[in-house]
C-alpha cells in the first residue's frame, strides 16, 4: 500500500467507505463545472471507487489513485492522480480534485508536489504534465506553484455540455525538478 505526508495532508491507496468522501465533493455544482461529468450520484462515487480499485489490479499498473486525508479533522477531502500516458516515452499525466471546503488554501498544490515527486522517484518518469481549463485560474496558479512550466494553449480537447472546451498545459521535466538536482 502506498502511503505519502504532505504538510497538512496525507495520501494513501482508497478503501472502500471513500465513496463518501468522493461523494462529498463529486455532487457539487462547482466541483464539475470545468470537468466532463456531472455531479456525482451515489452510484458514481461508488462506481470511481471501483474503478480505482480495479485500475490498482492491473498489471503494469499506469494508474494510481490516492485519496487525500486532511491531517487534522481526519476527512477524507479529495483525490490525486498520475496516469502513465507511454512507458516507453517514460511520461505521466497529474491530476487532483478537491472539496470546495479546502479550495484557495494551497492544499492542492501541496498534493501536485507529492504526485510528482512519486512519478520521478517511483514511476521513474521523464515528463510529467497536467492539464485545466482556461478559465480554473485556481487550477493554473497550482500548477504553477507546483514546480510545472506553462506549454501552451491546446484547441476545443474536451466535449462538456456546453460544447468543446480548450486547454492550458503545463509541465515538468525529471531534471527540472527539485529532488533531482545536484
Known amino acids: 500500500m502506498v502511503n505519502f505526508e504532505a504538510e497538512r495532508v496525507y495520501l494513501r491507496e482508497f478503501i472502500e467507505s471513500d465513496w463518501i468522501g ?3 465533493y463529486a455532487s457539487k455544482e462547482q466541483v464539475s463545472e470545468h ?4 455531479p456525482n450520484s451515489k452510484e458514481e462515487s461508488k462506481e470511481f471507487v471501483n474503478q480505482v480499485f480495479g485500475d490498482a489490479q492491473k498489471m503494469p499498473r499506469t494508474r494510481f489513485t490516492f485519496a487525500i486525508v486532511h491531517k487534522e479533522d481526519k476527512t477524507m477531502i479529495g483525490s490525486g492522480e ?3 500516458r507511454s512507458f516507453d516515452n517514460k511520461t505521466g499525466e ?7 471546503n479546502y479550495w484557495g488554501k494551497g492544499i492542492a498544490t501541496e498534493v501536485a508536489k507529492v504526485v510528482i515527486e512519486f512519478g520521478f522517484r517511483e514511476l521513474n518518469l521523464h515528463r510529467i504534465y497536467a492539464t485545466c481549463a482556461p478559465k480554473n485560474v485556481g487550477s493554473q496558479k497550482v500548477l504553477e506553484k507546483s514546480g510545472m512550466s506553462f506549454e501552451g494553449r491546446m484547441r476545443e480537447t474536451l466535449l462538456l455540455k456546453e460544447g468543446w472546451r480548450d486547454s492550458l498545459l503545463y509541465s515538468v521535466l ?3 525538478w527539485p529532488s533531482q538536482q545536484v
Not at 470537468?35 to 456531472?38: A, F, L, M
Request: net charge negative; no cysteine; charged share 15%.
Open 22 to 24: 468522493v461523494h462529498n
Open 35 to 38: 470537468q466532463t461529468w456531472e
Open 82 to 84: 498520475i496516469s502513465i
Open 94 to 100: 497529474i491530476s487532483y480534485i478537491l472539496n470546495p
Open 174 to 176: 525529471e531534471h527540472e
